[in-house]
C-alpha cells in the first residue's frame, strides 16, 4: 500500500511525540510515594518466560501502532491499539487520539492503513477506530471475567521507539483510583514497565484474552516506572457494548481553564479560574479569569469558583470532580466570588462535551 501524504510530517515530529508529555504521564504531577511497587524494568522478548514468549508471539500479530496527526497545529503523536474484530476495529486509548485529525495503523505485516475514529469514551479514555482496508484481521479476544490480582500478564506496545514489543508485570490491584479527576477511575494496577508510545495497547491475562486497554503511568522522581494502569475490559460489558454500538461519549465541561497553582491556596477557598475559553457555556454566563503580566506572574484574581450544585468545590480537582459528576447537557448552578472575596454569586450553566469548545482543545 502506498504511504499516505502526510506520512513524512508525522514522520518528523514523531520524536517530538516520544519525548514530549502525553496522557501516558504522571496523574495530576504526584511522585510516587515510598509505599510504590519497586521500579519495574525493561522487557526484551529474550528474557520472557517460554509460556510468556509463546502468548506474545501468538498475540503480537493483531496488535498496531496508532499514528495520529493534527495538520492545523501539525502535532503528531504514536500510540498503540489492537484489533477487536475480523472487519477491522481498534480499540486503543481516547487519548492517543483525542487531538488527532487523521490517523493511520501500522501492522506487524507491514501495511500502512488509514482509519477513523468511530466511537469513544472520553471519561474512561478509550476510543475505537475503523480501520479503512480489506481484512480479515488478527483478532484478540477480550476478557469474559473480571482479572485476578497476582496473575502475571503482558503488554504489547510501541515505547520507546520499540515497535509492537512485550512488556510483562503483575497485577497489583482492581479499582485503583488515579488522584487526578481527568484521568480514569477504577483501572489495573501492574507493575509492566510501560512508557508513553504504549498508551492503548492491550494488557493480556494468561489466558490469552484481554483484560485491559493502557492509560497511565506513575513514576517516581527519577522517572522510573513505578506502576501502570490500564483501564479494565471485558466482553459484554457496557463500556465494550457502547463503543460497539458507535456510541461517543464525551467529558462535560463548563469551558473554564483552572489555575491549578492557586486553586485553594490560603485565602483563596476554591477554584481560580484562569481562564474561560472563548464561545463556551462559562463565557456566555459571564465568568472571568485572572490577569498575568508579560512574564506569566498572576496580577490580578477573577473568578473563583467556590461551590457546584451547593457542593463545595476548594480547589480545581474538587470542582472537576463535581463538574463530572453530571452528564453533557445537564445544568449546574456554579457558585463563584469575584476577584475571590464578598458575598458569593451564582450562574446557571448547562453543560457541553469537551470537544465542541475549540478553545479547549488547541
Known amino acids: 500500500m502506498r504511504p499516505l501524504p502526510w506520512l513524512p510530517v508525522l514522520l518528523l515530529l514523531a520524536l517530538a511525540a516520544y519525548l514530549l508529555p502525553e496522557r501516558l504521564?504522571?496523574?495530576?504531577?504526584?511522585?510516587?510515594?515510598?509505599?510504590?511497587?519497586?521500579?519495574?524494568?525493561?522487557?526484551?522478548?529474550?528474557?520472557?518466560?517460554?509460556?510468556?514468549?509463546?502468548?506474545?508471539?501468538?498475540?503480537?500479530?493483531?496488535?498496531?501502532?496508532?499514528?495520529?496527526?493534527?495538520?492545523?497545529?501539525?502535532?503528531?503523536?504514536?500510540?498503540?491499539?489492537?484489533?477487536?474484530?475480523?472487519?477491522?476495529?481498534?480499540?486503543t486509548a481516547y487519548h492517543v487520539v483525542a487531538s488527532g485529525q487523521l490517523f493511520q495503523i501500522r501492522t506487524l505485516s507491514g501495511r500502512t492503513l488509514r482509519a477513523r475514529v468511530t466511537a469513544y469514551d472520553a471519561g474512561a479514555d478509550v476510543a475505537l477506530l475503523q480501520v479503512q482496508g480489506r481484512g480479515p484481521f488478527p483478532v484478540l479476544n477480550l476478557a469474559a471475567r473480571p482479572p485476578r490480582v497476582g496473575e502475571t500478564v503482558l503488554a504489547i506496545g510501541n515505547s520507546g521507539g520499540d515497535f509492537l514489543q512485550p512488556r510483562r508485570g503483575q497485577l497489583l490491584r482492581l479499582g485503583a483510583?488515579?488522584?487526578?479527576?481527568t484521568f480514569p477511575q477504577g483501572t489495573l494496577e501492574m507493575t509492566a514497565?510501560?512508557?508513553?508510545?504504549?498508551?492503548?495497547?492491550?494488557?493480556?491475562?494468561?489466558?490469552?484474552?484481554?483484560?485491559?486497554?493502557?492509560?497511565?503511568?506513575?513514576?517516581?522522581?527519577s522517572n522510573q516506572t513505578r506502576a501502570s494502569y490500564a483501564v479494565p475490559v471485558t466482553e459484554g460489558s457496557d463500556l465494550v457494548a457502547a463503543l460497539r454500538r458507535g456510541e461517543q461519549r464525551d467529558v462535560p465541561v463548563v469551558g473554564l481553564v483552572l489555575d491549578v497553582i492557586h486553586s485553594g491556596a490560603q485565602g483563596l477557598p476554591g477554584a481560580v479560574i484562569r481562564r474561560v475559553a472563548e464561545d463556551s457555556p462559562a463565557e456566555r454566563a459571564g465568568l472571568r479569569g485572572a490577569t498575568f503580566d508579560q512574564d506569566g506572574n498572576l496580577t490580578a484574581i477573577g473568578d473563583v469558583v467556590v461551590s457546584v450544585n451547593g457542593q463545595p468545590t476548594r480547589d480545581a480537582a474538587a470542582f472537576i470532580t463535581e463538574v463530572r459528576r453530571a452528564q453533557v447537557g445537564d445544568t449546574v448552578t456554579v457558585g463563584y466570588l469575584r476577584g475571590g472575596e464578598g458575598q458569593p454569586l451564582e450562574a446557571r450553566i448547562e453543560l457541553v462535551g469537551k470537544?465542541?469548545?475549540t478553545d479547549l482543545n488547541e
Open 177 to 181: 483510583e488515579a488522584g487526578d479527576p
Open 193 to 221: 514497565p510501560l512508557a508513553p508510545g504504549d498508551s492503548g495497547g492491550p494488557i493480556i491475562g494468561g489466558n490469552g484474552e484481554v483484560i485491559g486497554v493502557v492509560s497511565f503511568i506513575r513514576v517516581d522522581t
Open 355 to 357: 470537544r465542541s469548545v
Open 25 to 91: 504521564s504522571v496523574p495530576g504531577g504526584v511522585p510516587a510515594e515510598v509505599t510504590a511497587p519497586p521500579a519495574v524494568t525493561r522487557t526484551l522478548p529474550g528474557e520472557l518466560p517460554q509460556d510468556t514468549r509463546e502468548l506474545f508471539e501468538q498475540s503480537r500479530p493483531a496488535v498496531v501502532r496508532v499514528e495520529s496527526l493534527n495538520p492545523a497545529t501539525r502535532e503528531a503523536g504514536i500510540g498503540t491499539g489492537f484489533f477487536i474484530s475480523e472487519d477491522g476495529q481498534v480499540l
